[in-house]
């Protein structure tokens, strides 16, 4: 069956360290993969996109990986700061799809101390 | 506008009224698309739009979901004879264009509780 999972355990980090969160995949070929930050009673908001025949994106403290081979996608936060915590998503668009229709994880609920 | 807004932010209906709500886009946006949101759980996708047409429509529940775009901006769903399964947070989002890959904005979604 198709799936997409996220760390299903809320993750506890110290400030200034690094956060990552993973989001693995089966029985797509994702023809890209797109990162969101969710806070409570909002909409989620967009960090990253990484597309299929790339490995590695960053953009300021935020770094995605992704490995077509494992079907995982890794995403960082360095730096951590309390004002990180939130939920983070990832969704992909299939490659059997209209590439338009977003696929979601559940989601990982980061928590940094102060 | 400056974001993407949705009204009502918050619908309580008892079982086998029918609700609408409303999404704006971004101004100029091609794509809008809406999404429902259960507890704990990531978006699910309902329906796309380019512009007024409805090109994806494969993710409604029921044929008592049905959504309209009539002239490629503002956006209603609409929901028939609503159930306690629909009970969740409806999102809305929208994109620049109509290619794939684009950022999709968000709206603070609307929660709905059905009694």
């Known amino acids: 069956s198709q799936k997409i999972e996220q760390n299903s355990e809320a993750l506890n980090i110290q400030e200034g360290k690094t956060a990552t969160l993973t989001c693995n995949y089966t029985?797509?070929?994702?023809?890209?993969l797109q990162w969101y930050r969710q806070d409570p009673g909002r909409g989620p908001v967009f960090l990253l996109l990484?597309?299929?025949n790339e490995k590695e994106k960053r953009k300021e403290r935020l770094k995605v990986t992704f490995d077509t081979t494992l079907k995982q996608s890794l995403f960082h936060i360095t730096a951590s700061q309390p004002a990180d915590s939130a939920t983070y998503l990832c969704?992909?668009?299939?490659?059997?799809?209209?590439?338009?229709?977003?696929?979601w994880g559940l989601g990982t609920s980061l928590a940094v101390n102060p | 506008g400056a974001g993407v807004s949705q009204s009502p932010r918050y619908k309580v209906a008892k079982r086998g009224q029918d609700v609408a709500l409303r999404c704006d886009p971004i101004?100029?946006?091609?794509?809008l698309f809406w999404y429902q949101q259960a507890l704990g759980q990531g978006p699910e996708f309902l329906t796309y739009?380019?512009?007024?047409?409805?090109?994806?429509k494969s993710g409604l529940p029921s044929d008592r979901f049905f959504a309209e775009r009539p002239e490629g901006s503002v956006s209603t769903l609409k929901i028939q004879r609503t159930q306690q399964e629909d009970s969740a947070v409806y999102l809305c989002?929208?994109?620049?264009?109509?290619?794939?890959?684009?950022?999709?904005?968000f709206g603070p979604g609307t929660r709905l509780t059905v009694l």
């Open positions: 989002a929208s994109s620049i264009s109509g290619t794939s890959g684009n950022e999709q904005f």
């Open positions: 101004s100029g946006h091609v794509s």
């Open positions: 739009f380019q512009n007024e047409a409805q090109l994806d």
């Open positions: 029985n797509y070929s994702p023809a890209y």
């Open positions: 990484i597309r299929e």
């Open positions: 969704a992909l668009a299939d490659n059997a799809g209209n590439n338009r229709k977003l696929i």
